[in-house]
């Protein structure tokens, strides 16, 4: 009974969060105390990722894995460094699979972020089979979503049967966010008749309007971005980038808010309210989301 408890309240609370900025109401909305309470696990999941592979694989990594009690660890690779770690496991809670990508420190990923690096191109179409050639990504997230991809979907698929779970959860922060994102996309092409959710921390933008559009359309996600971090709103939307739909800003005041629709120029949304890198603060980036400052 309890993994049903656990996957109805995530129902109810996440995804309908999930599909609020999908539907044609288009006001910005609060998120009520148990809509912001029902990301707090997923949090503590992201948060996870930056820790040693070693200590992922016994889920032994302190306050984050704490936080996920009876979470059962599958696989988990990178090496922090040329290679962000990762993560597969199941969780009896929320009765899903669940795939966490590290992210980098804050200097590491505004490097990645700058105009120079911010360099957009197909996806392998080996690992992406019959995605539209319109469809472009940052090559640099591209380039570090295939140093694992494979390893990750041969995880999940023996995850899912192994556990009888038909759920895959995916998250990540920052430069894992973007990874997360792709593998949102990649691995529906490769998995048949599973439920996906992504959940992305400080995501910067991934790809063009039509990978935004390609994401609306096929991944149910949500993007929580805080105050004025800098990250989500970089690379520039003048350098051919835009966020996919389903924004969650958390403001000053620590009030969520949902905003519809892609790259919401509201002064209540990251877009609105970080108009340029001046503005932005990194010091925002790890968070607090909800009280879970990303890191090991
Ligand atoms: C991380 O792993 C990659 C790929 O296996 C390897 O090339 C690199 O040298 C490793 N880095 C460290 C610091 O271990
Ligand atoms: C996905 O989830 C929805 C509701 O959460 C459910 O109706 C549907 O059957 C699920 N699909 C699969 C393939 O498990
Ligand atoms: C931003 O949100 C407002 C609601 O306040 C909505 O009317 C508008 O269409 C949204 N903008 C975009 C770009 O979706």
Redesign the pocket.
């Known amino acids: 009974m309890r993994g049903f408890t656990g996957f109805a309240i995530f129902?109810i609370a996440v995804?309908t969060v999930l599909a609020s900025p999908l539907q044609s109401r288009q006001s910005i909305t609060p998120l009520s105390a148990a809509q912001i309470a029902a990301f707090k696990p997923f949090s503590f999941f992201a948060s996870a990722a930056y820790c040693p592979a070693a200590s992922l694989l016994s889920w032994s990594c302190g306050a984050n894995c704490n936080a996920n009690p009876g979470f059962i660890p599958i696989a988990s690779g990178g090496n922090g460094s040329s290679v962000q770690f990762w993560y597969v496991g199941f969780s009896p809670t929320w009765n899903s699979v669940i795939v966490g990508h590290q992210g980098t420190d804050p200097s590491k990923i505004e490097a990645l972020l700058t105009d120079s690096n911010a360099i957009l191109g197909k996806l392998d179409s080996s690992l992406f089979p019959g995605l539209s050639s319109s469809v472009k990504v940052h090559q640099g997230f591209a380039n570090e979503h295939a140093k694992t991809a494979t390893l990750i979907l041969t995880a999940v698929s023996n995850a899912l049967s192994t556990h009888g779970s038909?759920r895959v959860t995916i998250v990540g922060h920052s430069l894992g966010a973007a990874i997360a994102l792709l593998d949102g996309v990649y691995l529906p092409l490769h998995l048949a008749?599973?439920?996906f959710t992504t959940i992305g921390y400080g995501l910067p933008r991934v790809g063009n309007q039509a990978f935004a559009d390609y994401v609306d359309a096929h991944v149910a996600f949500t993007h929580i971005n805080n105050r004025k971090d800098v990250v989500p709103i970089l690379p520039g939307r003048f350098l051919g980038y835009h966020h996919p739909s389903g924004e969650v800003h958390i403001q000053e005041s620590g009030t969520w808010v949902s905003c519809p629709g892609q790259d919401n120029t509201s002064g209540q949304c990251i877009v609105g309210h970080v108009p340029n890198i001046f503005e932005g603060s990194i010091g925002d980036h790890d968070g607090p989301y909800d009280g879970v400052s990303m890191g090991c």
């Open positions: 129902s995804v038909s008749g599973v439920n």
